[in-house]
DNA sequence: CTGAAAGCGCTTACAG
DNA sequence: CTGAAAGCGCTTACAG
């Protein structure tokens, strides 16, 4: 049966020995002429693309061709959440960004695998030539020690360092300690922390010890640490992510009660510093007179002005380009070296010495 | 030369024969022990899946499988723009969720193709099982014929209808003319536009007849032509993308003489609306009292806060929904059609009738 | 510059 | 339930 609103019938789809024989040469040659690389005469090649067009061959296939290859020139991106929420953050944008930007030599295609629990299958079973895991927690160990046992490169940007994984980590407990010594400096001692999610079920809540004992998710637990340094005692509230959204409803929660306030709030993202200041505003709160507000990551938060977020930038874009340039070397046969980055503490407006106690 | 660090030596992965003659037992038996649906033995399936543990087999490698399937498990996604750029827009990431959410039976990965200008290579060469355009442009033409060529199911969201390509549709022209009605109901008359790029090389100009000849971007052509519906004179610019700044910085541009003011402007996008409202701060220029504002999406802009945009709201889950679906569709030999989605007038405090002339 | 041959690693009818 | 065989569509040494 045709299917002639197309002209074409499914599996009917020619292959390069069609092409060959139509033009009257060998597979090899034929193979060549579209590799473009290779040693063929220019009216042989001419021959065979002519008959490449007249079959309506549209070169050679890509499954076929990277079996035989070993390369399928695709870089796996693996992160843990749904696609929707992991690019709503914009470090993980700006890392993307610089990712592509470094492997654009391999010119492969990322693949975007996003686990959201049960489905990790894809990430089994998706041939791809490295992969790049963005902060993932080791729950994820099974599926990346089977990747590793196939011999797939493997980044990971932050998360918990694994067996075979090349991890390119960022000073967030040094940084938030420091962030959290100049609150100190200035004079505060009731600090709230509003902390990115711990584990990989969100829930908004209280921080309590269970919950952070719990915790899985290597970023959100170092920087509760930096901040811990300083503040042993600080109360705080987990978010559901890093939106602003959430942290307004943490803060809201944290500021509720007028007797049991914090000075300062560690927020542990920009995003999340930016809930905190709105929650501040609808409260008739005063940033900095009244509450200090700090963040973490340096993004530009859109609607934040005239507020300038005292925070901790870090360099989200070469952290990235630092894992794409270590794939690169990886699958050229190198041996990269894992990476260390530092984050930059900005003063802005949004921190003051604590108001006088009543 | 071993590789003591690992253990492995490169190209000596463990392959499926391997695992098979270990087990003692055939090729077809061991692929069946491990595809888990075939009909093995349990005692078999056991004695294959011990010989995989000890030879360090991770299962079967995916290129190979999908050449023999002709399935990759992968669905590419096409987009115009640097992945950043791409996916700082509110619009496409909710079409992503409705998309993976639709795959999802599938089990496929999303394949990111930024086609960025030089590199359409990878568009043509990556191996696929069907692909999603997000407003592309005519200039892709080419590449999408190669995949179209190959047989590879092409559904579009929004752009210019082509060969072989499903298109889900937008009422971007009718429904920017109703918010445009509803401006001159207001009594508005001298309205400015805030527009999308208008081609795929971008760059910040006052809106001119030649601009608007040579635009590419089906999406901002319609948006402008339903705001020409109703105010065929009217002024604008052109901004290099959909964000905040972009609209902040072409509305200081139309604001900036006073005696030559819109006293309303149609954004194009929400987020350019909230780039518009910023200026109009800035510039101690009262909305919706001396400028009214109107954006297109829907999308909560965070830090909009008290205004409540006037705005279109379009169904943008439900558009990438429809495309998933109907790529499911197409794979399992159905023929979907083509859906045109509609937007949503959503009346907000951002417009008002035009302050009395002075 | 061109061709004959082998093989990348699997899966799938087909027999038994 | 298991095995022998073919083949997915290409690319790459190797000869000539």
Not at 163 to 171: C, E, M, R, T, W
Not at 192 to 216: D, F, K, S
Not at 226 to 254: I, N, Q
Request: include cysteine.
């Amino acid at each position: 049966m045709n299917d002639e609103s197309n002209g074409r019938s499914p599996g009917a789809r020619p292959t390069l020995a069609a092409v060959a024989r139509r033009a009257g040469v060998s597979n090899s040659t034929a193979s060549l002429a579209f590799g473009g690389a290779g040693p063929v005469s220019d009216a042989t090649r001419e021959r065979v693309l002519t008959a490449a067009r007249e079959l309506n061959y549209a070169g050679p296939d890509p499954r076929a061709r990277s079996l035989r290859r070993g390369r399928s020139g695709i870089v796996g991106v693996v992160v843990e959440e749904r696609v929707r929420d992991a690019f709503r953050d914009p470090i993980k944008l700006a890392l993307l960004d610089g990712l592509s930007e470094a492997i654009a030599p391999l010119d492969a295609g990322l693949l975007l695998l996003a686990d959201t629990g049960a489905a990790s299958a894809h990430i089994e079973d998706a041939s791809m030539d490295a992969a790049v895991l963005i902060g993932c927690s080791p729950r994820l160990d099974e599926s990346v020690a089977a990747l590793w046992r196939r011999g797939i490169p493997l980044v990971a940007i932050e998360g918990e360092p694994a067996d075979g994984v090349l991890v390119f980590s960022l000073d967030n407990r040094s940084a938030t300690r420091a962030v959290a010594e100049h609150l100190r400096a200035l004079g505060h001692e009731r600090v709230a922390i509003v902390a990115l999610p711990l584990e990989r079920v969100r829930r908004r809540a209280r921080l309590t010890p269970e919950l952070e004992a719990e915790g899985t998710s290597n970023t959100a637990i170092e920087r509760l640490a930096g901040a811990r340094d300083v503040f042993p005692d600080a109360g705080g509230f987990v978010t559901t992510g890093s939106f602003v959204e959430e942290g307004r409803l943490a803060a809201r929660e944290l500021l509720a009660d007028p007797d049991a306030r914090p000075t300062a709030i560690i927020a542990q993202s920009d995003l999340l510093a930016a809930g905190v200041i709105r929650a501040a505003e609808e409260l008739g709160i005063a940033v900095p007179a009244e509450l200090s507000v700090v963040g973490f990551d340096g993004v530009r938060v859109d609607g934040l002005w005239p507020y300038d977020l005292t925070t901790l930038v870090q360099p989200a874009v070469e952290k990235g380009r630092a894992a794409g340039r270590a794939i690169v070397e990886m699958l050229a046969g190198g041996h990269p070296v894992a990476l260390a980055f530092t984050s930059e503490f900005h003063l802005g407006n949004t921190t003051a010495p604590p108001p006088p106690l009543p």
